[in-house]
């Protein structure tokens, strides 16, 4: 990150975190779902997101693709564009967090550094979630398509064929996708938030 100009200067809100934690019931927070493709990142997101606001919940999915499409659409996935793609999903992230919500993310996010980054920049406030599936699980379901055009050249620079993945080491949860049903993966994800984000609110 480079040094902003002097000319630059933070400008102080007059609702802090407390104002907004009472307001809705619960801090801001993060929680990054990350995994190959096909691991079921995105289902799970979508479930998720409608899970925790029929709790009555402030969440918000901001899924990778979806992202593509404005966001990062300046972007290829060559390594140094990857972590522009996560750098400005993590900040975004942090920024609808910082307004109370529950922000979910589902990007491949194959980089442990990257990852790292968008929690500091959720200032803690983080629930990393690996959504585990074993390649070649993922690749026969490929529901886009995506890993028959990387096999065949189609497409270059696809995570887990022609490019790494880099497999958290100690992530806050870990959902086995090939042994766990959707409402099981949800549920346990769901349980995980509320004990980070609602926690004590007679505090």
């Not at 619960?26 to 799970?44: A, C, D, N, R």
């Not at 996560?86 to 307004?99: D, I, N, P, Q, T």
């Not at 690996?130 to 065949?152: F, H, N």
Request: charged share 25%.
């Amino acid at each position: 990150m480079t040094d902003l100009p002097a000319n630059i200067t933070a400008v102080a809100h007059q609702i802090d975190a407390e104002a907004r934690r009472r307001r809705f019931g619960h801090q801001g927070g993060v929680v990054w779902l990350t995994g190959l493709s096909g691991s079921g990142k995105s289902t799970i997101g979508v479930a998720l997101e409608a899970h925790l606001f029929a709790a009555g919940m402030n969440a918000v999915l901001l899924d990778g693709d979806n992202l593509r499409h404005g966001l990062t659409s300046d972007l290829g996935f060559s390594p140094d564009d990857r972590r522009e793609n996560l750098r400005r999903v993590g900040e975004v992230a942090a920024l609808f967090a910082k307004s109370g919500a529950i922000v979910i993310t589902a990007l491949i996010s194959p980089y442990s550094e990257d990852r790292a980054r968008a929690r500091k920049a959720a200032n803690g406030q983080f629930i990393e979630v690996y959504v585990a599936a074993d390649l070649d699980t993922c690749k026969a379901r490929d529901p886009k398509g995506l890993y028959a055009k990387a096999i065949s050249g189609e497409i270059s620079e696809f995570t887990g064929v022609s490019a790494p993945y880099e497999v958290p080491t100690a992530p806050d949860l870990r959902i086995d996708t090939t042994i766990t049903d959707l409402d099981a993966c949800v549920a346990a994800i769901a349980t995980e938030a509320k004990v980070r984000f609602i926690g004590d609110m007679s505090a």
